[in-house]
């Protein structure tokens, strides 16, 4: 079984962007969505896609992804739940990670959150100063009810505007 184990966090500040090694724009959407599981196609650059099967909450959660072909997802974004999510994710190494900075457009512009990925749900990692509050455990910050139900409430105005 694939498995994602992943910590999320709203960014602070733009420390970040001078240590940003690549990036790259993903546009992407759900078919469908539930508590504890979802279905999502991402485009990247334009160029490829890639479906994803989500299940499970928090920290670690199942994942499953396969390539499609470009024409097949730009066709399944004509049924997709809510709206389609765009952003500009950038990686940042950090120790032995990556870190991936996520800088959202449209009507989630404001919104820039990190995310690591993890070998182990104990494992240490360099937490540099740009990470503020962690949302892992928060369901408002899961792309799938941003893109269903947009910035969340508490969010306010996000951080790293």
């Known amino acids: 079984m694939g498995r994602e ?7 602070t500040g733009d420390g970040w962007r001078g240590l940003a090694t690549a990036a790259a724009r993903y546009e992407q959407f759900y078919l469908f969505a539930g508590a504890d599981r979802s279905l999502r196609v991402r485009i990247a650059d334009g160029r490829s896609a890639r479906l994803t099967l989500k299940t499970g909450r928090g920290l670690s ?3 499953f ?6 024409d ?7 049924t997709a739940l809510g ?5 500009t994710r950038h990686f940042v190494p950090s120790g032995g990670h990556t870190i991936e900075v996520d800088v959202y457009e449209g009507a989630l512009a404001g919104l820039v959150t990190a995310e690591i990925e993890l070998e182990d ?13 962690e949302v892992t455990d928060e369901p408002a910050y899961l792309n799938q009810t941003l893109a269903l139900a947009g910035l969340p409430v508490e969010a306010g105005e996000p951080e790293g505007r």
């Open 121 to 133: 749900e104990a494992e240490r990692f360099d937490r540099p100063d740009f990470l503020g509050r």
């Open 5 to 11: 184990i992943e910590r999320k966090f709203l960014v």
């Open 72 to 78: 097949d997802a730009e066709a399944l974004r004509e």
């Open 65 to 70: 992804e396969y390539d499609i072909p470009l």
């Open 61 to 63: 959660r199942g994942e």
């Open 83 to 87: 709206a389609v999510v765009a952003k």
